[in-house]
């Protein structure tokens, strides 16, 4: 990697991931209400979903030096909207942290005593990963931070540092003018375990369908069932933010998501250009709580 980053670029950068991740998110969440065409996106307004709205939180929150985990957790209490498409165990568990309880006993507390090992560290972690487009180890050690938050099961951290790389390293071959070997890296910067096999796994695969079928869909809601599919998209189609989503809405399942993660990594690497103008204007506008410096990017 050959650049270096200023705050204001890096914030740039995570709002483009952002973007991305917010419109894949709220035309996935479409598929659930009809079955989308890309080619032919219903009507606008789409409603995005918890996935954006933890995003946002973490966006909200990006600074120099080590992730704010505390001021995280405070915002996913306070802004959190249980009608936003929040699983039942993130439900309970933003509502402790919303009343007082720290955010590790939350966390560890959760699927009785072991942690969640669900996709929602990885759903949000995509601009945190081009914030730190200059250090995959970096991005990968504030990933396993932001996750931490509210999965405490080495899978669900995992899910979140393998998402929070592959938007670095999208982001880096953008800034280098390359198109870089995704999954590769990715997967040298995953712990071991089922996240880190299916992103070895990944590399054979061609088509989504056989894709979702080796990798799963997201739809147990997992990290190891969402993140190898998502990020080997992502791969497949890095120039392509249509295709990306498109490919995640064939594949069906937990498609929000999918849409999501795969959106924020690629539009990483394509930048706003890479996102058709008219799905941005029929995405639910971003909160009204973010600061006026990251909503600009709106």
């Given amino acids: 990697m050959s650049f270096t980053l200023f705050p204001g670029t890096r914030l740039a950068l995570a709002l483009e991931s952002l973007a991305g991740l917010s419109v894949g998110d709220a035309l996935g969440a479409q598929h659930f209400v009809t079955r989308v065409d890309p080619a032919a996106p219903p009507p606008g307004p789409w409603p995005w979903t918890d996935d954006t709205e933890e995003a946002c939180c973490l966006v909200e ?68 990963g ?67 096999d299916g992103l070895l796994a990944a590399g054979r695969l061609r088509d989504p369908l056989e894709a979702a079928y080796e990798l799963g869909n997201g739809a147990r809601a997992m990290a190891r069932d969402t993140v190898p599919f998502a990020v080997w998209v992502a791969d497949r189609f890095l120039d392509d933010y ?14 929000d998501t999918t849409c999501a993660i795969a959106g924020g990594i690629v539009a990483a690497h394509t930048g706003l250009d890479g996102i058709p103008p008219g ?13 006026a410096a990251t909503a600009s990017g709106d």
Avoid: K
């Avoid at 970096?138 to 099961?153: C, F, I, L, N, P």
């Fill in 61 to 128: 929150v990006l600074a120099d030096g080590d992730f704010d985990r505390d001021a995280f957790a405070a915002l996913l209490g306070h802004h959190h909207d249980p009608y936003r498409g929040y699983g039942p165990g993130a439900v309970v568990m933003l509502r402790e942290i919303r009343e007082g309880l720290p955010w590790p006993i939350a966390a560890a507390a959760a699927f009785d005593g072991q942690g969640s090992a669900g996709n929602g560290a990885a759903m949000r972690a995509a601009p945190l």
């Fill in 130 to 196: 081009a914030w730190h487009a200059d250090s995959l180890a970096h991005a990968a050690v504030q990933g396993a931070r932001a996750a931490e938050v509210t999965h405490a099961h080495p899978e669900g951290i995992a899910g979140g540092v393998a998402v929070a790389v592959a938007a670095a390293v999208a982001t880096a071959g953008r800034l280098d003018g390359l198109r870089p070997p995704l999954l590769r890296a990715v997967a040298a910067h995953t712990p071991d375990g089922l996240v880190r």
């Fill in 242 to 255: 249509p295709g990306a989503i498109a490919a995640c809405l064939r594949a069906g399942g937990d498609v």
């Fill in 279 to 291: 799905w941005m204007a029929a995405r639910e506008p971003l909160p009204a709580w973010l600061t």
